[in-house]
């Protein structure tokens, strides 16, 4: 039987892979573990294989595992990468290391007045809507700067770099359509983050990928993949 453990590692491995057939240095790729909808026990087997960042969608849900964790494994690093309500704010303020998805002023101003004085600034990203559908949250390219400027003047918010969920190989009639596709949005993303780093030297992270792209995301610039179902198994 195929363990969590087993899966993680070869997550890991995938990502060692990618990283060295494109020539990006060993462990520049940090991995985030999609831990959405899955028991507490699935979260603390990953945990006792090595893993320490967990991803989570639902606010609530969220909440309730971080509470119930931390005080066992203060280490694990939290990450929110759903969509968040402006008033769901403060319980990612309180509760979580980072949020990946910013996409609008007044969210990111929420998250500043209402981070704890006792916590270290709030790490976020700002979700970029690169597929342009209508069905994804996210900025457009065009706005990314704007929103950029407005969180870097915010101290209990630290600007880390940008998100985006890239258009789905499902959509298009043959894998040649997609993959190029998918090249094409993942280029745009890396030259945002480019031109965003020019003038915030700080940022690190170009939050891109998941299980099934990693390869091309990796090939790309992404330093962190998203994986869930392919180290918890199906939902």
Same mark, same amino acid.
């Given at each position: ?11 890991? &491995? ?11 240095? #060993? ?16 979260? %603390? ?22 509470i119930k964790l931390t005080p066992n494994y203060p280490d694990i690093e939290w990450h ?11 319980? %990612? ?27 270290p600034p709030l790490n976020v990203c700002i979700q970029v809507n690169i597929s342009g ?25 630290r600007l880390r770099g940008i998100m985006a969920i890239p258009s789905q190989q499902a959509?298009?009639?043959? %894998? ?9 949005? &993942? ?32 090939? #790309? ?15």
């Amino acid at each position: 039987m195929t363990t969590i453990a087993d899966r993680l590692k070869l997550a890991q &491995f995938r990502i060692a892979q990618a990283e060295q057939e494109h020539h990006r240095p #060993h462990q520049s790729v940090n991995l985030l573990a999609v831990s959405k909808t899955k028991p507490v026990s699935d979260i %603390i087997e990953a945990y006792q294989a090595g893993q320490r960042s967990f991803g989570e969608n639902y606010v609530q849900e969220g909440q309730q595992k971080v509470i119930k964790l931390t005080p066992n494994y203060p280490d694990i690093e939290w990450h929110f990468i759903g969509p968040l309500q402006s008033n769901k704010t403060r319980i %990612i303020a309180e509760n979580f290391d980072w949020l990946h998805t910013v996409s609008r002023e007044k969210i990111a101003q929420r998250l500043q007045e209402q981070r704890p004085a006792d916590k270290p600034p709030l790490n976020v990203c700002i979700q970029v809507n690169i597929s342009g559908e209508d069905s994804k949250a996210g900025v457009g390219l065009i706005e990314v700067a704007q929103l950029a400027s407005a969180i870097a003047a915010m101290p209990n918010l630290r600007l880390r770099g940008i998100m985006a969920i890239p258009s789905q190989q499902a959509n298009f009639d043959n %894998i040649t359509q997609a993959q190029a596709e998918l090249s094409k949005e &993942f280029s745009q993303l890396k030259a945002c983050f480019d031109t965003l780093k020019q003038t915030y030297p700080q940022l690190d992270t170009l939050s891109m990928g998941m299980s099934d792209d990693l390869g091309l995301a990796i090939a #790309h610039g992404s330093t962190m993949v998203r994986i869930g179902s392919a180290i918890f198994g199906a939902r």
